[in-house]
């Protein structure tokens, strides 16, 4: 998904090369959350892992995508 780079990922050019909308693809309150827990920062165009959340980053993925982009919908 491109979280895994020190740039994280733009949100909005990943939907658009999926062919959804940002809040088809993602979970806002998920990213909200994680965002607080300090495990993602999120600046004007992109999601970055932190540090802290790098080595939860299989446990965050499913959590910041939203289930209506893992069921196609």
Do not use: C, H, N, Y
Not at 42 to 60: C, F, H, Y
């Amino acid at each position: 998904m491109g979280l895994r780079l020190a740039e994280g990922i733009a949100p909005e050019s990943m939907a658009t090369r999926f062919g959804m909308t940002r809040q088809q693809m993602l979970d806002d309150a998920a990213i909200d959350r994680l965002i607080q827990m300090g495990f993602l920062t999120q600046s004007s165009e992109r999601l970055i892992v932190t540090r802290k959340g790098m080595p939860l980053l299989d446990a965050i993925l499913p959590e910041v995508v939203s289930l209506s982009a893992v069921e196609g919908r």
